[in-house]
């Protein structure tokens, strides 16, 4: 096991899925603490509350509004530290910032057209090392199969990352092995353990006994990542844990 440094950064990232698991979503961000906390599925009401257990520096980048599950705002992504946050910015590629719609679940096309797709980036400083994190929740298929949206929509989201280097990680959509988590590890590289052949907890989620590795974290060279680890049983995804380091 690589031996952690000062300047190592802990890093966790989890679907938390809207507000039904944050009884024990926030004992397990409080008893982790993790440096730098990236989350799916964020209500924005319940930015404040988690932001006591995951540290007080945050950025949150909205992606739909939520009033069809009973949100009183809207439901996005969210970076959470207990380091300063001393740059963070949103790129959407899917939607418009400006106008965030309604969710609308009556159909597919419905909901690929009110659910909009960002990636949000923080850049913090441990020590005197700087680390550029960025998270994203990318589009959803009913199948795990990629179809010709997610297909534009990577090539929109490789755009924007192209020529930086960070650390990536969140809810892809897209089981590894297939041709979108392909793609990606063509790119950057997948620091999840091929032991782990499924971030879809087995309990939680509505599709019992589902295995698909479809959360990952992702670096591009300059990054080091050891001590990789999924706890189940906080959410209906697991939550990935891992240490980063500079190269």
């Not at 899925?17 to 008893?31: E, H």
């Not at 509350?49 to 996005?76: D, E, Q």
């Not at 597919?108 to 990636?119: G, H, K, Q, V």
């Not at 020590?127 to 997610?150: L, M, N, S």
Request: hydrophobic content about 35%; overall charge neutral.
């Amino acid at each position: 096991m690589k031996q952690t440094h000062n300047d190592d950064l802990r890093v966790v990232t989890l679907n938390i899925d809207w507000n039904k698991n944050l009884n024990r979503i926030l004992p397990f961000l409080s008893s982790c603490l993790a440096d730098v906390v990236c989350l799916q599925e964020v209500l924005e009401e319940d930015v404040r509350l988690i932001s006591r257990v995951a540290g007080k520096y945050h950025f949150y980048v909205p992606m739909c509004g939520g009033k069809i599950h009973g949100a009183k705002g809207t439901v996005g992504i969210a970076i959470f530290s207990r380091l300063p946050i001393y740059q963070k910015n949103a790129s959407y590629y899917v939607g418009d910032p400006i106008r965030i719609v309604e969710l609308d679940e009556r159909t597919l096309e419905s909901r690929r057209e009110t659910t909009y797709r960002a990636l949000a980036f923080c850049e913090v400083h441990k020590g005197d090392v700087t680390y550029r994190i960025a998270t994203t929740h990318f589009t959803w298929t009913p199948d795990g199969k990629a179809d010709e949206f997610q297909r534009a929509d990577l090539q929109k989201m490789l755009g924007i990352l192209k020529d930086k280097q960070y650390v990536l990680c969140g809810d892809f959509n897209a089981p590894r092995g297939g041709e979108i988590y392909k793609t990606l590890s063509q790119c950057m590289k997948d620091n999840v353990p091929l032991s782990y052949d499924t971030s879809i907890d087995p309990e939680r989620h509505r599709i019992k006994g589902l295995r698909a590795m479809v959360d990952g974290l992702f670096t591009t060279p300059g990054y080091a990542v050891s001590q990789v680890a999924m706890h189940f049983g906080v959410s209906d995804h697991g939550a990935l844990e891992a240490v980063v380091s500079r190269e």
